[in-house]
C-alpha cells in the first residue's frame, strides 16, 4: 500500500481532531498518550484548528499524515520545534498508525519526513530529535530502535501514573 506522506493543513483540522481522537481511543492510548480520549473529546474547536495550523502559521508542532490511495489517513506523527533546549531539538510528541494501516512501513515514512523534516529547518540548526516512551510500550520502543533512536538514560514519570517511567530516546544528527 503506498502513501502520500504530507503535512496537515489548517483547513483539514477536522479530519486531524477525528485520527487524534481515534488513537486515543486505540487500545494502546493509556501508554502511548498523556492525553485521554475524554478530555481530547471536548477541546473547542478552536483548540484543533491551532493543531493543525503548521509552525509557519502560528502552530506549536507540523504534523505528518500518511495518506492511502482511496483518500483515508492511515497515521501520523507530529513534531515541534524546542527552542528552550540545551540543544537545539524538535521532539515527536504524537505518532498514531491505524491499525488496519500497521505493518505497511507507514510508520517508517511518517518518521522519514518527521526526522528529514527537523534536519531541515534553519535556525536554530537541530542537532536531535527526541521522543519519551512508556516502559510497557514495548512494540513503539522497539520500533524507534529501528529507526535509529537511542535510550538516553533520562526518565520521568508518567503523568498519568506517577508509579510508572517513561524513558527519553533520541536520534542525533549524524545518526540517522
Not at 43 to 62: H, I, K, N, T, V
Not at 154 to 170: C, F, N, S, V
Amino acid at each position: 500500500m503506498g502513501y502520500v506522506i504530507r503535512p496537515v493543513t489548517a483547513d483539514e483540522w477536522k479530519r486531524l481532531k477525528e485520527l487524534r481522537l481515534a488513537a486515543l481511543a486505540d487500545p494502546v492510548a493509556r501508554v502511548a498518550f498523556h492525553e485521554t480520549l475524554e478530555a481530547a473529546a471536548g477541546r473547542p474547536d478552536a483548540f484543533w484548528q491551532r493543531r493543525a495550523s503548521s509552525p509557519d502559521e502560528g502552530g506549536a508542532a507540523l504534523t505528518f499524515v500518511g495518506e492511502a490511495a482511496d483518500g483515508t489517513w492511515g497515521g501520523m506523527v507530529a513534531v515541534l520545534v524546542e527552542e528552550d533546549e540545551e540543544v537545539p531539538q524538535t521532539h515527536v510528541v504524537g505518532a498514531y498508525v491505524r491499525p488496519e494501516h500497521r505493518g505497511t512501513g507507514l510508520a517508517r515514512e511518517l518518521f522519514q519526513a518527521a526526522i528529514e523534516w527537523s534536519w531541515g529547518l534553519g535556525e536554530p540548526v537541530v542537532e536531535r530529535v527526541r521522543l519519551w516512551v512508556h516502559e510497557e510500550n514495548l512494540r513503539a520502543e522497539a520500533f524507534y530502535r529501528a529507526v535509529g533512536f537511542v535510550a538516553t538514560g533520562r526518565t520521568l514519570a508518567d503523568p498519568k501514573d506517577p508509579g510508572a517511567l517513561e524513558r527519553e530516546m533520541a536520534l542525533t544528527r549524524g545518526r540517522a
